[in-house]
């Protein structure tokens, strides 16, 4: 964790801390065996899926929908192109946008 006593340095940003799911980690940086790795995985997704540190707040947006009185999405011909990368391809300037 970033903290006065590593100058700020960590890369933990969320603080989350527990001591089960960091032996489990360097338990996994130790391990060789893929089937043992893949064990120590399920474990660290079990713990994280109780703990829930990580909790995404973002969506992939599949339909792009405006009023009736405003032509912004007229280029998509037929809906979800899956392009955009993770947050979707439907972003547009709103200035360029024409309304009736």
Known sequence: ?????????????????????????????????????????????????????????YFLPVYATTTSRVHALDDLNGGHTGGGGNTGGYARAAHLWQKD
Do not use: K
């Not at 391990?31 to 829930?52: F, K, V």
């Open 1 to 57: 964790m970033a903290a006065a006593s590593n100058g700020y340095s960590g890369s933990n940003r969320g603080h989350y801390n527990n001591p089960a799911i960091n032996d489990l980690i360097s338990r996994y940086h130790a391990t060789l065996e893929e089937p043992a790795r893949g064990e120590i995985t399920r474990q660290i997704a079990e713990l994280i899926g109780t703990d829930l540190p990580i909790l995404p707040l």
